[in-house]
Nanobody
Framework: VQLQASGGGLVQAGGSLRLSCAAS????????LGWFRQAPGKEREFVAG????????YYADSVKGRFTISRDNAKSTVYLQMNNLRPEDTAVYYC?????????????????WGRGTQVTVSS
């Protein structure tokens, strides 16, 4: 099982990036998916989650209204559209598959993790 995140990079404040995470090795169409991030010296934190059907999405308060999570089960891919980026969004972003159909906010409920992609927002 592999999750490959991509799309990170360096962007100025106010800019946008779109992260993608492709899963291979098995299907995750029945599992929730999530994005987490970890900045240097900080704990890994929940960013956004989406249920197995895509019918429900969840966001950290810090990204609500700026980030959008979506998924394409046919492509086994989850996306994170990030708009109006801020310097405090700088972190390594990880995608993960939930152990259930839901998308909980705790990393403990996620089974498989991608390697992460660096997002750096300059002021």
């Amino acid at each position: 099982v592999q999750l490959q995140a991509s799309g990170g990079g360096l962007v100025q404040a106010g800019g946008s990036l779109r992260l993608s995470c492709a899963a291979s090795g098995r299907t995750f169409s029945n599992n929730g998916l999530g994005w987490f991030r970890q900045a240097p010296g900080k704990e890994r934190e929940f960013v956004a989650g989406i249920t197995w059907s895509g019918g429900s999405t969840y966001y950290a308060d810090s990204v609500k209204g700026r980030f959008t999570i979506s998924r394409d089960n046919a492509k086994s891919t989850v996306y994170l559209q990030m708009n109006n980026l801020r310097p405090e969004d700088t972190a390594v972003y990880y995608c993960a598959t939930s152990r259930t159909a839901g998308a909980p906010t705790s990393f403990r409920y996620y089974a498989y993790w991608g390697r992460g992609t660096q997002v750096t927002v300059s002021s």
